[in-house]
């Protein structure tokens, strides 16, 4: 089945450092990749999302790049603000079967942006 | 605007005993419906998915049910809580069906089950 892989659990930055999340996906049909942010207390939100081969998509700062040739969508961001410490899920969409179209999840990055 | 409100925010069961956990979409009409579970330390996986009232359709089997009595409620239960269903659940819609489709999140659950 659909899979993604996040390497890092947990990430710490100091203000201002760039950003890079690590996410690669196995798919056998699908590519449809999805950036999801989730601040402490809040609901997950969509972030970016990308089904495109090298063309970069950017959003709110951040900008990620769907390599299919390495199975990558890293998410990343030239100088990282406090405000941008949170819990970042990398997700493939896939057509499960009938109408359901699921979202497979990586198991997220925490962010932590220090001064 | 829509909303999707969960509830409960938080809940702590003993083994065996009864679950029922809500979501309630607003402001928007017929929307596909999911629920996404979290063990700690471990991957948000859905469980399941309606597209309409009065159909669910299971996706994960975890000893849990799902009910859509109205077009903006999704109910999640089970009659005997597993220790193995502690995690974080989050309900979902969307308003298209397709790979491209954003899925909009609520806030979640967090269950402990001791």
């Known amino acids: 089945g659909d899979s993604v892989t996040q390497t890092e659990g947990l990430v710490t930055l100091t203000e201002g450092l760039p950003v890079m999340l690590n996410c690669t996906y196995q798919?056998?049909?699908?590519?449809?990749l999805f950036w999801y942010v989730q601040h402490l207390n809040e609901a997950p939100k969509l972030l970016l999302k990308s089904s495109t081969d090298n063309k970069r998509t950017e959003h709110q700062g951040f900008h990620a790049t769907l390599h299919k040739s390495s199975s990558s969508f890293h998410l990343q961001k030239s100088s990282a603000q406090l405000s941008d410490s949170a819990l970042y899920y990398c997700?493939?969409?896939?057509?499960?079967?009938?109408?359901?179209?699921?979202?497979?999840f990586g198991k997220g990055t925490l962010l932590t942006v220090t001064p | 605007a829509q909303t999707i409100h969960q509830w409960p925010v938080a809940e702590i069961k003993a083994v065996g005993s009864p679950l029922s956990l809500g979501c309630t979409i607003k402001?928007?009409?017929?929307?596909?419906l999911y629920w996404y579970w979290q063990a700690t330390g471990g991957t948000l996986q859905q469980l399941f998915y309606s597209i309409t009232v009065g159909q669910v359709e299971s996706v994960v089997q975890l000893n849990l049910s799902a009910s859509r009595p109205k077009d903006d409620q999704f109910i999640l239960s089970t009659e005997k809580l597993l220790l193995s269903h502690s995690g974080f659940y989050l309900c979902?819609?969307?308003?298209?069906?397709?790979?491209?489709?954003?899925?909009?999140f609520g806030p979640g659950t967090r269950l402990t089950v001791l």
């Open positions: 979902a819609w969307s308003l298209e069906l397709g790979v491209y489709a954003e899925q909009f």
């Open positions: 997700a493939l969409s896939e057509n499960s079967g009938g109408s359901n179209y699921k979202l497979t």
């Open positions: 798919t056998a049909y699908s590519t449809f």
């Open positions: 402001g928007k009409s017929s929307p596909n």
